[in-house]
């Protein structure tokens, strides 16, 4: 039975909801994402969907299976990446292929709306070449700007975080946390390797409209307690400056939320 808490800061809206497994999330999250897809797609015409790494991707797994298999929209879907490692697309630490193997290449995306990073450029060049094809993106209408910031908006943001309360490649205590004007930029030192990285701002993770937070397992549990728990640490975490200007959703498993 999950466990639903909701509330609403400064016009924020935030929910924490907590699964008594990996599987009954999975099968949330399914549901969260396709309602999410059918009324973007009737809104809009479109769904542009940001997805990170790591253990997200198998999380999705349930969006492969019936109902939603047959019933989404797939063809309107945009993919893109809140990060990506510096790497060839076929090399085991890339979040494209993490997520081609094992959600795109089962569905129905048209390969022209699924951007993946340029493999053969340098880590500067391709946060410079990503944030052009954001800013393409934004004139052709498929991604929204945001009146607020000014920044694109996404419909979808599906982000994971490690035990060290990183998301994206924005890590504990490292300046990136802190840049306000680029949209997409790089990380040469990436404490989690490989070193190399692309990674959206804050700026941009923050004016999506809706954003999951979907976090497995006990290794992470000490980070879910220092951002939704009673914390007197002053130290901010990179998950703790999530906060969107539309929706917030932590998915949580009981593992996770164990210290809460
Ligand atoms: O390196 C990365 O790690 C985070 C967290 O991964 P997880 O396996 O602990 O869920 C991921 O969200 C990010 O996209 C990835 O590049």
Redesign the pocket.
């Known amino acids: 039975m999950a466990e639903i808490t909701t509330a609403t800061t400064a016009g924020k809206k935030k929910a924490v909801e907590v699964f008594d497994s990996e599987e009954a999330l999975a099968v949330s999250l399914a549901k969260y994402t396709a309602d999410l897809s059918e009324k973007f797609c009737k809104e809009r015409g479109c769904f542009t969907v940001v997805?990170?790494?790591?253990?997200?991707i198998e999380s999705l797994r349930k969006l492969l299976e019936p109902p939603y298999i047959e019933s989404i929209e797939w063809s309107k879907w945009h993919i893109l990446?809140?990060?990506?490692?510096v790497v060839p697309k076929d090399h085991v630490d890339s979040?494209y292929k993490l997520a081609y193997d094992g959600f795109l290449a089962q569905v129905p995306i048209l390969p022209g709306n699924v951007y993946a990073i340029n493999d053969a450029l340098s880590a500067e060049g391709a946060a410079e070449d990503y944030e052009t094809c954001l800013k393409h993106l934004v004139n052709m209408k498929v991604i929204e700007a945001s009146s607020v910031s000014g920044f694109p908006k996404f419909d979808l943001m599906l982000?994971?975080?490690?035990?060290d309360g990183?998301?994206?490649?924005l890590f504990p205590g490292h300046q990136l946390c802190n840049e306000n004007e680029k949209w997409v930029t790089c990380i040469k030192d990436?404490p989690?390797p490989p070193p190399e990285?692309i990674?959206f701002t804050f700026p941009v993770i923050n004016s999506s409209a809706y954003v999951a937070l979907?976090?497995?397992?006990a290794?992470?549990a000490v980070a879910v307690q220092r951002a939704l728990g009673k914390d007197q640490n002053s130290d901010v975490l990179p998950v703790q400056m999530v906060s969107p200007e539309g929706e917030l959703k932590w998915f949580l498993d009981k593992d996770a939320a164990s210290k809460l």
């Open positions: 997805l990170s790494g790591g253990s997200l990446w809140v990060d990506e490692r979040n982000l994971g975080m490690g035990p990183h998301v994206a490649s990436s989690k990285r990674t979907v976090i497995c397992g290794a992470e």
